[in-house]
């Protein structure tokens, strides 16, 4: 079945950086657009970002926009975001997400990243 699993979230200080992984087993990972999303204290969900399958192409949201990096490792079946800069309205939890025909099917179980001094 598909799993995706999320991890290297954490607290971290203003200005500092991190960097989240998510690993996919249960389906062929390079054939799919993936996603990060998050969803902040007593908000609804944002898209952060996503990539083609071929890493060729990402697109962001313009709040992350210049500060956070989506990657992908096909041959590891891993997803990354690699997050800088980061501020307190960075506080969310994380998602990634499978992307299929413009919806997010399946999600993971998200990673808690916490931006405070």
């Known amino acids: 079945q598909v799993q995706l699993v999320e991890s290297g979230g954490g607290l971290v200080q203003p200005g500092g950086s991190l960097r989240l992984s998510c690993a996919a087993s249960g389906f062929t990972f390079s054939s799919y657009y993936m996603s990060w999303v998050r969803q902040a204290p007593g908000k609804g969900l944002e898209w952060v970002s996503s990539?083609?399958?071929?890493?060729?192409?990402?697109y962001y949201a313009d709040s992350v926009k210049g500060r956070f990096t989506i990657s992908r490792d096909n041959a590891k079946n891993t997803l990354y975001l690699q997050m800088n800069s980061l501020k307190s309205d960075d506080t969310a939890v994380y998602y990634c997400a499978r992307l299929w025909f413009g919806s997010f099917d399946y999600w993971g179980q998200g990673t808690q990243v916490t931006i405070s001094s």
């Open positions: 990539i083609y399958s071929d890493g060729s192409i990402t």
